[in-house]
T-cell receptor, first 115, second 110 residues
Framework: NAGVTQTPKFQVLKTGQSMTLQCAQD?????MSWYRQDPGMGLRLIHY???????DQGEVPNGYNVSRSTTEDFPLRLLSAAPSQTSVYFC??????????????FGPGTRLLVL | KQEVTQIPAALSVPEGENLVLNCSFT??????LQWFRQDPGKGLTSLLL?????REQTSGRLNASLDKSSGRSTLYIAASQPGDSATYLC?????????FGQGTELSVKP
């Protein structure tokens, strides 16, 4: 199993540009989530999904859009990039159901710099 | 609103020492509590998951305890090694909606 994969690893954007961060998992997990990690702020939840076709907002959703058309993929779209969105973005997935199975698996991250 | 705090922010110990990392949370309705390890420039790796109804979990040299009544969890690392140097994060919540502490950066000196 490849686990959770993210592309690209690193991206530089200009203010106002849009882009999509890709995330895929091959573990048949129901939960998928996007977090951003900033110095002094820790990891914060952007959006999450409990299954294909179902998404919801996390703590910091503004400026981001998600959709989940398949179990495997959960892309994160930046609609109009701003310098405040400079961060490291992590995708994560886990089973849903028995609490003992909800160990969360993380991807390697995407470093985004918005100029 | 659930808040998770980890103190200290950084810790340096000599190799071989037993150590304890602390995690506190404000709302006892935590679902699960997970401890993660993060190496510089890398993603997070799950170390231990404690269900809300459990008191502790063990994996090798790691032991995590949970006391919901006091809003605390501890991660005990036995016989620390330089390879244990990393940032350790705790998080609470159901699988897809974790709330994280800011982590403790651990340095184990040879």
């Amino acid at each position: 199993n490849a686990g959770v994969t993210q592309t690209p690893k690193f991206q530089v954007l200009k203010t106002g540009q849009s882009m999509t961060l890709q995330c895929a998992q091959d573990m048949n997990h129901e939960y998928m989530s996007w977090y951003r990690q900033d110095p002094g702020m820790g990891l914060r939840l952007i959006h999450y999904s409990v299954g294909a076709g179902i998404t919801d907002q996390g703590e910091v959703p503004n400026g981001y859009n998600v959709s989940r058309s398949t179990t495997e993929d959960f892309p994160l779209r930046l609609l109009s990039a701003a310098p405040s969105q400079t961060s490291v973005y992590f995708c994560a997935s886990s089973f849903r159901g028995l609490l003992s199975q909800e160990t969360q698996y993380f991807g390697p991250g995407t470093r985004l710099l918005v100029l | 609103k659930q808040e998770v705090t980890q103190i200290p922010a950084a810790l340096s110990v000599p190799e071989g020492e037993n150590l304890v990392l602390n995690c506190s949370f404000t709302d006892s309705a935590i679902y699960n509590l997970q401890w993660f390890r993060q190496d510089p420039g890398k993603g997070l790796t799950s170390l231990l998951l404690i269900q809300s109804s459990q008191r502790e979990q063990t994996s090798g040299r790691l032991n995590a305890s949970l006391d919901k009544s006091s809003g605390r969890s501890t991660l005990y690392i036995a016989a620390s090694q330089p390879g244990d140097s990393a940032t350790y994060l705790c998080a609470v919540g159901p699988g897809g909606k974790l709330i994280f502490g800011q982590g403790t950066e651990l340095s184990v000196k040879p």
